[in-house]
C-alpha cells in the first residue's frame, strides 16, 4: 500500500460547533482501506515528508497561526519535489483572499472587494460593511461595521483588511469539486445558521457560475469548494473560493453521495500519485 501523510488538527475549534476531527477520523476510516495512513498536525510534518507518497491536506484551519511554517512547507514542496493534494498551484485562498480583488477587477459575479479605503469609491454605496483579514478563515476576524468606522479599522497602508459591501443576501450555498468536477452542492435554508446545511439541487445556470472559478482557478487536482451568496434579485456572487482545505460537511449528506465523493477521492488521489510532478507549476507565498 502507498503511503499517505493525512495533515489535519483535530483539536481546531471552529466557529460555529463544527466538529472538524468527526470528518477527518471519518475519511481516514475509509482511506486507509486502500492506504497506508499517518495523521500529523500541520506544524509538524517536516519529519514526515519523505517518508509517504502523497501528503493530503484536510481540515488545518487557518494558516494565521502558523503562517511562516505554512511557507515553509510550501517552499519544500516544491524543493523537494513533495506531492501533494491538494496541488499548490491554484490562486483562491491556498495564498490567501487577495484573489477576491483581482476578480472584482476582472468584472467576474463576486462580492466587489478592496483593500484600501481610497479605493471606497468603487464600491456600491452602502451603510454597512464587510470586513475580513487576507489570510482569515472560519470568520475570523470577520466584522460588520459602519461607513463611520471603517477608517479606524482599516490601515490602508498595511493592506491587509478586506473591505466589501454589505450584502442582505437570501442564502448562502457552496459547490463541491474534486479534480474540477462536480460532485454535490449544500445550502443554508436558514441564513443565521451558517453550518446548519442541507442538500442542494443546483441548476444549469448555478453549476455554470461555479464551474467559472473552477476554471478560472485551474488548479492541477484537489478538493474546491466554491461559496457563493443568492442576493435579493436571484443572482449569485461568490463569497470565496476555498482551494487549500475546505470543510466538506460529509455529514449532511445522504449515505449514497458521501459515499460516492469518498469513491471519487480515493481514485483522484490514486491519480494524483501517478501523475508526474512538473516544478513549474508551483508557487509560493
Known amino acids: ?19 472538524y476531527y468527526e470528518e477527518d477520523l471519518y475519511l481516514t476510516s475509509q482511506l486507509r482501506k486502500e492506504f497506508q495512513i499517518a495523521i500529523c498536525h ?3 510534518t517536516e519529519v514526515f515528508e519523505k517518508d509517504v507518497d502523497l501528503i493530503l491536506v484536510r481540515n488545518i484551519g487557518s494558516v494565521m497561526k502558523f503562517k511562516e ?3 515553509a512547507f510550501r517552499r519544500r514542496v516544491v524543493a523537494n519535489s513533495l506531492k501533494t493534494y491538494n496541488s499548490f498551484n491554484g490562486n483562491g ?12 477587477k476582472a468584472d467576474f459575479p463576486v462580492i466587489p472587494t478592496i483593500d484600501s479605503l481610497d479605493l471606497l469609491d468603487r464600491l ?5 460593511y464587510t470586513i475580513k483579514p487576507k489570510y482569515g478563515a472560519d470568520s475570523i476576524g470577520l466584522e460588520f461595521v459602519s461607513k463611520n468606522e471603517l477608517t479606524a479599522k482599516i490601515d490602508s497602508n498595511t493592506n491587509s483588511i478586506l473591505v466589501q459591501p454589505f450584502i442582505d443576501f437570501e442564502y448562502e450555498v457552496s459547490f463541491y469539486f474534486i479534480d474540477k468536477e462536480f460532485q454535490y452542492a449544500l445550502y443554508t435554508p436558514d441564513k443565521t445558521k451558517r453550518w446548519e446545511l442541507e442538500e442542494y439541487v443546483p441548476t444549469k445556470q448555478d453549476l455554470s457560475f461555479a464551474k467559472q472559478f473552477i476554471d478560472w482557478n485551474n488548479l492541477d487536482w484537489g478538493i474546491e469548494r466554491v461559496d457563493a451568496c443568492r442576493t435579493k ?8 473560493h ?4 475546505p470543510y466538506l460537511s460529509l455529514a449532511m449528506l445522504s449515505p449514497e453521495k458521501r459515499d460516492n ?16 510532478l512538473n516544478q513549474n507549476l508551483y508557487i509560493t507565498l
Request: charged fraction near 30%.
Open 93 to 104: 485562498d491556498m495564498n490567501g483572499k487577495e484573489y477576491l480583488i483581482e476578480l472584482t
Open 42 to 44: 500541520p506544524e509538524d
Open 124 to 128: 456600491p454605496n452602502s451603510d454597512m
Open 1 to 19: 500500500m502507498e503511503k499517505l501523510l493525512f495533515v489535519t488538527d483535530l483539536y481546531y475549534k471552529a466557529k460555529g460547533a463544527r466538529l
Open 69 to 71: 511554517k505554512y511557507q
Open 242 to 245: 476555498e482551494d487549500l482545505n
Open 233 to 240: 434579485d436571484g443572482n449569485l456572487l461568490l463569497v470565496e
Open 261 to 276: 465523493f469518498v469513491g471519487t477521492l480515493k481514485k483522484a488521489l490514486h491519480k494524483a500519485l501517478q501523475t508526474n
